[in-house]
């Protein structure tokens, strides 16, 4: 099952704060966010494992609940160039002995930075 | 560094037409995926590849096959292609341990008609 992002869509003042939320109805391995603008491909921002261990982005930091099932992206200080589609990723799986089962995308939150 | 790489780009089919999506990704890794994204849908994974000579079905596999030719390519087939195949295609790539960051490439753009 796909998890649920909010909001979905948000628009912001360059400078201004935000943040995603994103839930899963099964107990999550890890999480993982991505942005892609238009026309391009997703690109990596960073990984919450179960742990509290993160791995990624030095201005864009996240939270990862395991008891709730739920992560928040949190961007500060917004710049122009954080505008695109933010996609939460969560791994459920069992490791299956080579590599991952897939991340499963949530539909996306849009945000818009304006000057 | 080509990363993850996807052809076409960009592909117009009649309905019941067949074509194979190719990627191929430079970086050793074991894991590769194909995704698809639809307006207000996000990305779903239609076939994912655990290592070389495995493959396993994701959300929407149905009208799809795919191949995991070797450990740098992994190739989607529509054997008869339909308008609700209209989407753009993702494929993906991450190294062979978990949790670390998927690699994507530019997407091909399909059209069926």
């Not at chain 1, 892609?36 to 990624?56: R, T, Y």
Request: aromatic residues 10%; charged residues 15%.
């Amino acid at each position: 099952q796909q998890p649920v992002q909010s909001p979905q869509a948000v628009i912001l003042r360059e400078g201004e704060d935000a943040v995603i939320n994103c839930s899963s109805s099964k107990a999550l391995y890890s999480v993982h966010w991505y942005r892609q603008k238009h026309g391009e491909a997703p690109v990596f921002l960073m990984i919450l494992l179960k742990g509290g261990e993160q791995k990624g982005h030095e201005k864009i930091s996240a939270s990862f609940n395991e008891k709730k099932q739920q992560s928040s992206l949190y961007l500060t200080a917004s710049q122009l160039s954080y505008s695109g589609t933010y996609f939460c990723g969560t791994e459920w799986g069992m490791y299956s002995g080579g590599g991952a089962d897939g991340l499963t995308f949530g539909k996306g939150t849009h945000l818009i930075i304006q000057p | 560094n080509a990363g993850v790489t996807q052809t076409p780009k960009f592909q117009v089919l009649k309905t019941g037409q067949s074509m194979t999506l190719q990627c191929a990704q430079d970086m050793n890794h074991n894991s590769m995926y194909w995704y698809r994204q639809d307006p207000g849908m996000g990305l779903r994974l239609i076939y994912y590849s655990a290592s070389e000579g495995t493959t396993d079905k994701g959300e929407v596999p149905n009208g799809y096959n795919v191949s995991r030719l070797n450990k740098r390519e992994f190739s989607l087939r529509l054997e008869s292609a339909a308008p609700s195949q209209t989407s753009v295609y993702f494929c993906a790539s991450n190294s062979p341990h978990r949790n670390t960051e998927a690699f994507f490439g530019q997407g091909t753009r399909l059209t069926v008609v």
